[in-house]
Nanobody, 113 residues
């Protein structure tokens, strides 16, 4: 069955860094664009970053441009989100998504001193 398993979240101080991973299985990973979303308490889920199946074109929310980098390894069926210079407003549950069909369960990121 299809699985997307996120990991790498945690508690980090403002200005710190984290790298999220999303391990995929059960589908042809390289055929799917992958995206990271986040949802903070009381807010709607928002798109953070996306990457094509080939790892070529990427896109980012304005709020994370220059701080976050999305990448993928099709050999390892994994998509990554490198997050730097984290801010308290980055606190949210982070989810990966494959195409429009599949979602992971999420990993919590908390930025606080």
């Amino acid at each position: 069955q299809v699985q997307l398993v996120e990991s790498g979240g945690g508690l980090v101080q403002p200005g710190g860094s984290l790298r999220l991973s999303c391990l995929a299985s059960g589908f042809a990973f390289s055929n799917y664009a992958m995206r990271w979303y986040r949802q903070a308490p009381g807010k709607e889920r928002e798109l953070v970053a996306g990457i094509s199946g080939t790892g070529g074109p990427t896109n980012y929310a304005d709020s994370v441009k220059g701080r976050f980098t999305i990448s993928r390894s099709n050999a390892e069926n994994t998509v990554y989100l490198q997050m730097s210079n984290l801010k308290p407003e980055d606190t949210a549950m982070y989810y990966c998504r494959a195409g429009v069909e599949f979602w992971g369960q999420g990993t919590q990121v908390t930025v606080s001193s």
